[in-house]
Each structure stands twice: as structure tokens, then as C-alpha cells.
């Protein structure tokens, strides 16, 4: 908080360039200038700079680009970087690596840092042992609070690079109190940690899920929570912010997903190839189960012929009953994500969403009757395209709430599979339901 | 940290009610409870609490809940449990509140929190003056260490639930310093905090905007920044945390409103007319824009009449085209989100997206063709069909990618408008190239 001098407003100048920009301390104007650019000119203007100057950009940038980046480097150079990187940030980018690049890299840390990361790389990345950093202050229980504040102002420096708010106290490797930084300022010097320290901390083990981790935060106002091991060893500390933007980045990706960007982050400084090829998986897919829907009208290829108004009306009931079954989607995953309902709350779910179908359905069929009826006059096709939508509007919703819920029961991730699922099944239902209504009724 | 006792597993026990959970210390299992009542029942649940116990439920509990509740509530009641929240959240959940009961609440809550909240309310909730809190330590910079450690200690217990990690220093209201709490471990008693502080510190004024606050925070390590008005008067403290949280809140926001949940968040205990009024108004204006796309295929009815297998390709056609649109769309909403793209790059974002749609398009155009031909063994209409395809997945794309960059340019939600748009352009320009390409070729 000493830098006062330049003032937030000059964070985009346009004309700057990186170094220009890095020089006056505007790392994240620089990063967004680095963001524009392919991986192989990032990696030439990251070449130029420092170690410490490249660690700062490279934690700016999205992961994809960071990743690609340090595989172009020098891995010399990518492991001077990324010993200035923090443990967990530094492990993730070591894990999208190719592993013989990885591999080099870490040959190339000081010892310690590789073994943190090793032990890092081991977790699945949505668990308090993937998420926690090796960065921490340890202090033995035998030790007074003198000799602690005697080790804080001698290494003061690079404690204030680690912006711990805790000390964890140990006896033999266990963990066995915690002493918050502002604590020691209240206690006589002479005492020892045992004495002053808050006993039996709360910890985490740190095969503890995400999950569980942000109820712990929300339970608790703590900035950070120590992870151990079955045997109550201290292993790392898990901080707020980590949880917190675990769980931004995971809303962010569902958005993608559920527009179809499959198969990580795109930024359109990626090659042309990896962006189609992302984009086209999905669609590929969807394609498919669009041609399947679409068959129902096939089958009532006759029916279509002699009422050919009804041709106006099939995208129409596609898209409104997508649109209303997306909305019960988006309403499931919200409340999934917020621990709102359970995944197995099918009955609930349902009954709340066939009530908001009804009123819906019965309000946007009128609306469609009325439209056809204004354009053609003929009362009975206002009849069976009104019923099929208020019918379908009810189905798509019906089916919209529980997507989510049964596709996570399931193991497949909702983000991904709800959006199609659900068109393809509104899709035939709705075209099923026009196309045999009016096979009944109007032919 | 003082709570080991009880186990993060035992957060949901079946059948636990919410009283034995908050017991139990258990706020966010009780608050998972309480979520799943509806706002009547809640309130009743509530005003059985202490004020206490009702702040911490009431800090869990979504904000949309959370106003409902305090709105059944005697206003006194609803005074002492707002005065239990931290100011940033009770201005935001009294702005919320309707008028008369906001006011009434204000003159039962103590001068000086009253006082603090008004202030907060006069400012905009995504300024730096609306997400600052006005907890904070404030000494004078003539005061001694000694003086500020003391002062600690006699209301340690005050400040330990403030949880700030700063303390700052005024000269006559004047923000001139910083002070962070393990710097007081390492300065001699006698020195003044003039001595001692961190001048001109780092501080943004109270109409910064969140996108700056972002880039703050991005650039430095701070767990808050200090807040001062023009003159630099120092008003309160804006914390990562609130940054953070305001910003994920509004990536759900984007998903939810990108679905068709417009209007604020909806959670299912809320009562179905609200809930079927706010999805319905964004149907309602939808499926005026279906009936407009869909007006293309009235005006070439002969010609689908006479190629009746064309009125399969529609729906698939306007559905394809939607859905790598969408994916266009996405990747813009997130690139302005995280600042990669400018909202006036339409050259570099179209030429990006060209490409893509390019490539797509052709890989769309050639699987829809093959399927039509081995349907009806009419090379033709292959020919239309996949051509159809491949022009307005280009179109798409060019669309989606640039429609949130002009929707911003214009201060309109990218997030709202974005899908409907897309889709009732595509949808026009999809059936417009089929069944013009039939008409010149097929009839």
C-alpha cells in the first residue's frame, strides 16, 4: 500500500507497450495488452523480462495462455519463473504442461520447491490438498512468543511476500494451535506458544471437497484453514480467496458450457484450428440430435402438406420450449449450486416447475392461437398450435428442472449435457405434438 | 479457529431442525434449511432468535430471501438484527426493502449505524462507495505506538470481529497513512505512528468504479484498500473479498439472465406468480420475435408446399445456427468480462469469428447435405440445405460475436438481449437462405 503515486485511471494508455507498462508498475494493463497477443509473441516479449517481472504477468493471464507461454520458454527460464509463482498456481501450470516439458522443468527448481510441488500435483485440483498453499509460517510449541517476533522481524521480508495472517504452531509435525499474527501483539514475550496459542484448531484434511470447504467459509470468518493429513500433520493452508475463486471460475466455465464452448477456456488468441475444433465437437453432437428431432416431422410429412401454415409454426414452439425448459435449467443449477435443493429432490422440483408451465403455458398458447387466428382466420389451427405450446411448455420445464438434477446424479457434468438434452426432447415432443394434433383434428 | 470439535461432515444430518443446528454452531446447515422454506415461514423461524443468531441466518440466506424476511418482521426486530451485519450488506439488503419499512427500521437502529448506512446508501452498488465497508481502525498520526497497542488491547474483543488487517492513520480526517497490524509488532512503543506508517498510501475515491476496483486488486496484494472522497477524507474500506464476491455475483447473473431469468435471482421458494411473471415477461417478448423470423416462411409458403422435405431442415437449421452463435456470444461476454477485448474491436473480433465460422460452416454444410441426400437421394437439396448451413453459420458467428460488443457500446445488458437477438436474426437470415435458394433452384 505504498505506491500512491500513479493513480488507477492510467491503467490503459492506448499506445503503451508491455514493458513500458510494466516499468510504471501497470501489471494488469500489461497483461491485458499481453492477452492480444498468439502464444508464440507472448512467449517472445516474456523471454525479455525478468523472472520476477514474468511471474507477475504470467499470473495474470489466463492459465491457458500461462501454459503455453512456459512451454515455449527456455525451461531454465520457466522454472526461474515459476519460482516466483505461489505453490498452488505454480502446481496447476505444471499440470497442463506436456509432461516431458514438466518434467524438465522441475529438475530444474531449487529442491524444495519442486518436492512442494510434487506433493501439490498429487491432489485432484477440487480438493483442499489442490487447492492449499505450501507458503506458511511454522513455529514449534516449545518456542516464546520473543523468539517468534525475533524470527518475524529478522526474515520480515519474505513473510510480507507470503501475506500470512496466521501462524500454525507444531509438536513434532502435528498440528496443535494457531496464533493470529495480531495476537502476539497482545501477549507477554516471555510466554510460550503453547501458552497464548488457540488450541485444537479447526482444520481440514486435505482430501476435503470444495464443497465442504465453502460451507467451512461460510460457516467461519477466517481468511485461511490449515489442511493436514489423516494424522493431523500440517500439510499446507487452504485460503479463503482460493475457495472463493475456485468457485467464480467453475460459474464462469458453466456459462461456456452451457453456450457450447467444450473442452476448456477459448480465448480468440488461439490458433484457428483449436478454436473450430473445440466449437465443433459440441456441434457435431448437437447436429445429430437435431436431425433425430427433426424426423417427427418427417413422419407427418403429409399432414404438413395439406396444413402448410403449420410449417410456420414448428420453429417457432421449438425455440419457446427451449426457451422455457432453459429457463427451469438455468433455475436447477443456480439452486445446485447454491445447495438449495438436493439431487434428489425430483418430486419438489417438479411440482414447483409444472406450476410456473401451467400459468406459462397457458399464457404464451393463447398468445400464439391468437396470432394464428389473426393471420389465417382458421380458429381450429390456433386451437392445435395454442394447445401444443401450453402442453410442450409444460413438458420442456418439466424436463428442464430435472436435467440437471438426474444428470448429476448420473456423473455427467449438467453445464455440458442439460442445453442439448433438453432441445432434443422439447423438439420432439412439440413437433410430435402440432403435427399429431393436427393429423387428428384438421386433416 | 477454535471450534475442532465438531466435524465438517456432520453439516447436513437428516431431520435436524434449525434451531438444534445452530446449536450445534451449524449456520450454513441451518441456512440450507431455512432456504428451502418459503419467506413466510422463514420470517416466523427468525423471529424466534436472538438478534444474533438471526444476523448470522441471515447474512447465509440469499439476498432476495433475506429481504422478504426482514420485511415481515417487527421493524424493531429487523433493526437489531441489521445492526448485528456488517454495513455493506445492510445497505444493501435496506436499499431493497420497500420504502416505508427502510425508513421505519433506520430510526430504531442506533445514530451511528443509521448514520453509516444512509451514507452508504447514496452510492451506486457497483462503485467503490457502495461495496466499502465502514468497519475500520482509524488512529490520529500524532498518536504513539504504545497509545494504538493499548487501545487494542482494551477492545480486543470489538476488533477481533471486525476482522480488518489495517489500521489507518488521519490527520485531521485526512487518510495519510497505513498502518498493517504486524507492523505494530516491529515498531519501538515510543515512536508516533507518523514514524512508523506507510505514507501516501494507495486509496481509490468513493465513485471508482468495480471494474477498477478489479484491476486494484488484480495488481496488488491487498486484502482492502481504503476508500476517501474527493478531498481525501477517508470513508471507509473496500475489501478483495467484497470485489470478488460482486464479481462472481454477476457472472450468475449473466448465466441466469443469458437463460431468460431476468429481473432478479429466482430460488423456488419463491411464490409461483412471481416466479411465473418474471420468466414470462422475457418469453412473452421472445416469442414476439419467433413470430417476426418465422413471418419468412409464410412468405414462401408455395415453395415449401411444393418441396415439403425442406420443412424439416428448417427447425435444424435455425437450431444449428443458434447454437454457434451462441458459442460466438460466450466467448465474447467473457472476453469483455475479462477485459481481452475492447467493445470497439468489431474488425478484430469479426475477422476472428469469420474464420471459425468458415471452417465450421463447411464441416455443418457437408454433414447436413450427406444426411439429406441419404434421405431423399435429391443432391439438390442437399446442395440447399448444406450451403443454407454453411452462409448462416458465418452469419451466426459474425453476429454473436459482435451483438454483445454493440449491446455494451449501447448500455444495453449484453447478457439479456444477446440470445434473443442472435437467434431472431439468424432465425430470419436461415429460413430466408433455404427457402430463397429452393425457390431459385428447386421449384
Redesign the interface.
Known amino acids: 500500500?505504498?505506491?500512491?503515486?500513479h493513480g488507477?485511471e492510467s491503467?490503459e494508455q492506448p499506445g503503451s507497450t508491455i514493458s513500458e507498462l510494466l516499468a510504471a508498475?501497470?501489471?494488469?494493463?500489461a497483461?491485458?495488452e499481453l492477452?492480444?497477443l498468439s502464444p508464440a509473441a507472448q512467449a517472445k516479449v516474456i523471454a525479455d523480462l525478468t523472472p520476477e517481472d514474468a511471474a507477475e504477468l504470467v499470473a495474470?493471464v489466463?492459465d491457458i495462455s500461462a501454459v503455453e507461454i512456459l512451454d515455449q520458454l527456455p525451461t531454465s527460464f520457466a522454472a526461474s519463473i515459476l519460482g516466483e509463482v505461489v505453490s498452488d498456481h505454480r502446481a496447476d501450470l505444471i499440470a497442463e504442461l506436456p509432461s516431458k516439458t514438466a518434467q524438465s522443468i522441475l529438475e530444474q527448481m531449487d529442491d524444495v520447491e519442486a518436492e512442494d510441488t510434487i506433493a501439490l500435483l498429487s491432489y485432484a485440483s477440487d480438493t483442499a490438498g489442490g487447492l492449499m498453499v505450501k507458503e506458511y509460517l511454522k513455529f514449534d510449541v516449545n518456542q516464546t512468543v520473543r523468539s517468534v517476533?525475533e524470527d518475524?522481524?529478522e526474515n520480515?521480508e519474505r513473510y510480507r511476500k507470503m501475506?500470512v495472517?496466521?501462524s500454525f504452531v507444531c509438536e513434532s509435525g502435528r498440528l496443535v494451535g494457531?496464533l493470529?499474527?495480531?495476537d502476539?501483539?497482545?501477549s507477554p514475550r516471555q510466554s510460550t506458544l503453547e501458552d497464548v496459542m488457540?488450541?485444537?484448531?479447526?482444520?481440514?484434511v486435505d482430501s476435503?471437497s470444495i464443497q465442504?470447504l465453502e460451507?467451512?467459509f461460510?460457516?467461519?470468518?477466517?481468511?485461511g484453514?490449515p489442511v493436514v493429513n489423516e494424522s493431523g500433520d500440517l500439510l499446507g493452508v487452504v485460503n479463503?480467496?482460493a475457495v472463493?475463486?475456485a468457485?467464480?471460475q467453475r460459474?464462469?466455465s458453466?456459462?461456456?458450457k452451457?453456450?457450447?464452448?467444450v473442452g476448456g477456456?477459448?480465448?480468440?488468441?488461439l490458433p484457428?484450428?483449436d478454436?473450430?475444433r473445440r466449437?465443433?465437437s459440441?456441434?457435431?453432437v448437437?447436429?445429430l440430435l437435431?436431425?433425430v428431432?427433426?424426423?417427427v416431422?418427417?413422419v407427418y410429412?403429409d399432414t404438413?402438406?395439406s396444413v402448410?401454415?403449420l410449417?410456420?409454426?414448428?420453429?417457432?414452439i421449438?425455440?419457446?420450449s427451449?426457451?422455457?425448459g432453459?429457463?427451469a435449467?438455468?433455475?436447477s443449477?443456480?439452486?445446485l449450486?447454491?445447495?438449495?435443493?438436493k439431487p434428489t429432490e425430483f418430486l419438489?422440483?417438479w411440482l414447483?416447475e409444472i406450476?410456473?408451465g401451467l400459468?406459462?403455458g397457458v399464457?404464451?398458447g393463447l398468445?400464439?392461437a391468437a396470432?394464428a387466428m389473426l393471420?389465417k382466420g382458421d380458429a381450429l389451427l390456433g386451437f392445435v398450435v395454442g394447445t401444443a405450446l401450453c402442453v410442450n411448455t409444460m413438458i420442456a420445464v418439466s424436463f428442464g428442472g430435472m436435467v440437471p438434477l438426474v444428470l448429476k446424479r448420473l456423473g455427467v457434468d449438467p453445464a455440458i449435457a442439460s442445453g442439448p438434452l433438453l432441445?432434443t426432447l422439447t423438439?420432439m415432443c412439440g413437433?410430435f405434438l402440432v403435427l399429431g394434433l393436427a393429423s387428428m383434428l384438421m386433416v
Chains 1, 2 share one sequence.
Open positions: 500500500m505504498n505506491d500512491g503515486s488507477i491503467i508498475g501497470e501489471v494488469a494493463g497483461a491485458v492477452n492480444r495474470q489466463v517476533v518475524l522481524q520480515s501475506d495472517q496466521y494457531v493470529p499474527l495480531r502476539l501483539l497482545l488457540i488450541k485444537k484448531p479447526l482444520s481440514v476435503t465442504d460451507s467451512v461460510e460457516n467461519h470468518s477466517f481468511v484453514v479463503r480467496l472463493e475463486s468457485r467464480s460459474d464462469r458453466d456459462y461456456l452451457s453456450q457450447g464452448i477456456e477459448e480465448v480468440r488468441s484457428l484450428w478454436r473450430s466449437r465443433l459440441w456441434l457435431s448437437n447436429i437435431n436431425i428431432a427433426a424426423s416431422i418427417a410429412q404438413l402438406q402448410i401454415a410449417a410456420v409454426f414448428l420453429p417457432i421449438s425455440d419457446m427451449g426457451c422455457s432453459n429457463q435449467v438455468a433455475v443449477m443456480r439452486e449450486s447454491l445447495k438449495l435443493i419438489r422440483v414447483k406450476s410456473v400459468v406459462n399464457a404464451l398468445l400464439i396470432a393471420w432441445t423438439d413437433f
